[in-house]
């Protein structure tokens, strides 16, 4: 991994790549005509209608920057150099919880594209670090916020 690199499926780069021209283009202007209709409303220095627009069109400008500066540092991930032998970056773990025995799959993702609802993890969530690099068969001992989680790894896919 190099300094400052972003690692994304392709599905997580073309998604925030939307989102970014979304941002760009209608929201943008969205937030301009906010803008000029609290404007019109008269003595913008107590017009809480055009503080919260221009509020809001400095979040949209952040947001833009961030995704900018992120998607220059995109490193699409490539299946084909990476171990499918081990919990890494773009793997897909089936898991079984050895104390409930419930069986759970989680795909780490780096964090822009990690959303728990879906089953896809953070490398840098505890989870996900404890998984890093382990194969199948596996038992994994992780320590999380609610203490420590064991399980056993069933199988590993991309």
């Known amino acids: 991994m190099g300094i400052g690199s972003v690692y994304l499926t392709r599905e997580g780069y073309e998604k925030l790549r939307k989102e970014l021209e979304l941002l760009k283009t209608v929201r943008r202007r969205e937030l ?21 627009a221009k509020d809001a069109q400095a979040l949209n400008e952040a947001r833009i920057a961030g995704l900018e500066k992120r998607l220059v540092q995109a490193q699409i991930l490539d299946d084909t150099n990476i171990d ?9 773990v089936k898991l079984k919880d050895l104390d409930s025995g419930e069986e759970i799959q989680y795909t780490l993702l780096s964090e822009l594209e990690a959303d728990f609802s879906q089953g896809k993890i953070s490398i840098t969530s505890p989870l996900g670090k404890g998984l890093l690099g382990h194969k199948e068969n596996e038992i994994v001992e992780i320590k999380v916020p609610a203490g420590i989680v064991k399980y056993q790894i069933l199988k590993i896919s991309r």
């Open 84 to 92: 499918k032998d081990k919990a890494l970056i773009g793997a897909t």
């Open 32 to 52: 301009s005509a906010e803008i000029g209709i609290a404007r019109a409303h008269g003595d913008i220095s107590e017009n809480a209608e055009y503080d919260a």
